[in-house]
């Protein structure tokens, strides 16, 4: 499956909505929490399967602001395996040389998930492969509402006229500022929904669904997908004979 790849065509930025855990565990007669956890290896797989592979970002949707609203236990279960899971993989981060990022409203996380994660954004800060941004207590609309405010503020401060705000200011003020739009965006479990996820960045991305689970997700069907991504003919709105190259 490997050798397919076109490496020449590589998606820079590849972006995941890792769902069906609970659907997983619920098969297996087990707990929603009990998914969660057997989600951990597929995100090692992926992740190293991109910086195996030379993908630049990876950008991996963990919690969602929506995600609140879920039972507190589940909540509660889920910021805890956050705490252990970066505990216990950032050595193995260092190793493959990835650095870390989030994005998302990170400071209303419990604070040793914030700490946590912080810590491990410094230390791996200075890695050179593959970056993984992990999407926590994020929302695309929420993300355009702070931005929005932010622009809002410089044209009061005088720092610009509306006749300014243009694609790229917006795209400045972003969470994603400095990473590049996802060419590809997977999303396991068969629903076919963006879920609040990167609304401004996916509006050229290719999608992928797979009716997978993602505790089932493994790095060859991360290579399927990228397959399946180098025979789409991306045409950002021309006609096929003007994107033939
Ligand atoms: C995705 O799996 C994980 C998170 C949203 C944190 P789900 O927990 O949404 O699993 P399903 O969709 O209920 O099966
Ligand atoms: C999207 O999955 C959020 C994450 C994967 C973190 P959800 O399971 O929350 O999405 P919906 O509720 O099915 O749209
Ligand atoms: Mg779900």
């Known amino acids: ?27 297996k007669g087990a707990e929603r929490v009990f998914g969660h956890r057997n989600a951990i290896e597929a995100v090692r797989e992926v992740t190293e399967g991109c910086a ?37 993989e950032v050595e193995t981060l260092m190793k493959n040389n990835v650095r870390l990022q989030s994005i998302g409203n990170t400071d209303k996380l419990p604070n040793r998930c914030y700490n946590k994660l912080q810590e491990a ?22 993300e355009i509402t702070e931005a929005v405010n932010s622009i809002a503020k410089m044209v009061q401060a005088g720092q610009i006229s509306p006749e300014d705000i243009d694609q790229q200011l917006i795209a400045g003020q972003l969470t994603t500022r400095n990473i590049p739009d996802p060419e590809l965006l ?31 997700f493994r790095r060859e069907h991360l290579y399927e997908a990228i397959i399946a991504y180098q025979q789409r003919e991306r045409r950002f709105g021309k006609i096929s004979e003007q994107v033939k190259s």
């Open 52 to 88: 195996e592979l030379g993908v630049g970002y990876l950008t991996l949707y963990a919690f969602s602001t929506e995600n609140w609203n879920r039972p507190r236990f589940e909540v509660e279960a889920l910021m805890q395996l956050l705490v252990t899971t970066i505990s216990n």
């Open 186 to 216: 997977i999303r396991t479990s068969g629903e076919m929904r963006i879920s609040n996820f990167l609304l401004w960045q996916i509006a050229y991305t290719e999608l992928y669904i797979t009716q997978l689970l993602w505790p089932d």
């Open 1 to 27: 499956m490997k050798e397919k790849i076109d490496r020449s065509n590589l998606p820079q930025h590849i972006a995941v909505i890792m769902d069906g855990n609970g659907r997983w565990a619920k098969r």
């Open 121 to 142: 954004i410094e230390l791996t800060q200075n890695n050179s492969g593959l970056t993984l941004v992990l999407a926590l207590n994020y929302s695309g609309r929420w």
